[in-house]
């Protein structure tokens, strides 16, 4: 049986954002917003429930391996705030 062949993604990063906490929190444009403001090279995806469940506010996971950062977020915050602390734990200049 061959082995699974590891592969680099493109793209500066990925940003998971639970699904669950979003319809909770209702903040289900969260996703579309980190979209837009990271650009093109930050995939932004929606994940199924994290297991982190915090009240009123929205699971982020940022990065991969060594960089993986597990951020819980207060969607009523400033986007600009968000999005700062979502490029900084991609290692991106905000």
Do not use: I
């Not at 009123?56 to 060594?66: A, D, H, I, L, Y």
């Not at 915050?77 to 968000?82: A, Q, R, V």
């Amino acid at each position: 049986m061959a082995q699974p062949k590891e592969v680099q993604p493109r793209g500066d990063g990925w940003v998971f954002v639970c699904r669950k906490c979003m319809k909770r929190a209702g903040a289900k444009e969260l996703r579309s917003t980190l979209k837009e403001e990271l650009g093109r090279d930050v995939r932004v995806v929606q994940s199924g429930c994290l297991k982190l469940c915090p009240k009123k506010r929205v699971t982020v996971v940022v990065g991969g391996g060594e960089r993986m950062r597990c951020l819980v977020v207060d969607p009523e915050e400033d986007t600009g705030t968000l999005v700062r602390a979502v490029s900084d734990a991609l290692g991106r200049p905000s």
